[in-house]
């Protein structure tokens, strides 16, 4: 049974460029979270998305974009990169409405922006 | 405003040396509260979920407790391999989805 997969491991992109990341739920869920997580601080939850809706968002600016596709995979699009968006990036899925509410982490996509 | 406090922000052991780390939390009405480890350049794995006071959740030797307030994450004889950071996170129950809240974390480290 497959975990949570995220694409890729590590990027690097320069200001002002855009970067896509990507992720694939664990086998049976079908919503998924997007948290960024800078160095020696917890993550923060950026959105979440459940049947291809953002249902809640957190406060990060319009830059960040995301979307869900039928099979419950998911997108996280950054635009206008700036040096702050270094970070790790984590994806996170879940069952919407369960009686257990845990979500499990993937392995992050690390990016570096110079 | 929803908010977990987490205490020490690092803890050195001794192999066998018994010791807690304390997870502090406000928020209008708890949904959860999670733990999780997280080894360096990984996500986190997830430990426990507890929902109300009073609860408790044991594995191997690891024990968590909540309260209205606080929760706690028990070691017991803690090993080497048991270094990583302890990320403790709530689930509020007035939201639109189930968003997770994090604390900073607790870096432990276990040495021979």
């Known amino acids: 049974d497959a975990g949570v997969t995220q694409s890729p491991t590590h990027l690097i992109k320069t200001r002002g460029q855009q970067v896509t990341l990507r992720c694939s739920p664990k086998?049976?869920?079908?919503?998924v979270s997007w948290y960024q997580q800078a160095l020696g601080q917890g993550p923060q939850f950026i959105f979440q998305?459940?049947?291809?809706?953002?249902?809640q968002r957190g406060n990060f600016p319009d830059r960040f974009s995301g979307h869900q596709f039928p099979n419950y995979s998911s997108e996280l699009n950054v635009n206008a990169l700036l040096l702050g968006d270094s970070a790790l990036y984590l994806c996170?899925?879940?069952?919407?409405?369960?009686?257990?509410?845990?979500?499990?982490f993937g392995p992050g996509t690390r990016l570096t922006v110079l | 405003e929803d908010q977990v406090t987490q205490s020490p922000e690092a803890l050195r052991l001794q192999e066998g040396e018994s010791s807690s780390l304390n997870c502090s939390y406000t928020?209008?009405?708890?949904?959860?509260l999670f733990w999780y480890r997280q080894d360096p350049g990984k996500g986190p794995e997830f430990l426990f979920t507890?929902?109300?006071a009073g609860e408790e959740k044991e594995k191997e030797r690891l024990k968590a407790t909540l309260t209205k307030k606080e929760s706690f994450l028990h070691i017991t004889a803690p090993k080497p391999e048991d270094s990583a950071t302890y990320l403790c996170?709530?689930?509020?129950?007035?939201?639109?989805?189930?968003?997770?809240?994090f604390g900073k974390g607790t870096t432990l480290s276990v040495s021979s």
């Open positions: 998305y459940y049947e291809e809706e953002e249902r």
């Open positions: 928020v209008s009405g708890l949904r959860g």
């Open positions: 086998s049976g869920h079908d919503t």
């Open positions: 996170a709530v689930q509020a129950i007035n939201q639109a989805g189930t968003a997770l809240i």
């Open positions: 507890l929902y109300s």
């Open positions: 996170a899925s879940s069952l919407y409405g369960g009686a257990v509410n845990e979500q499990f």
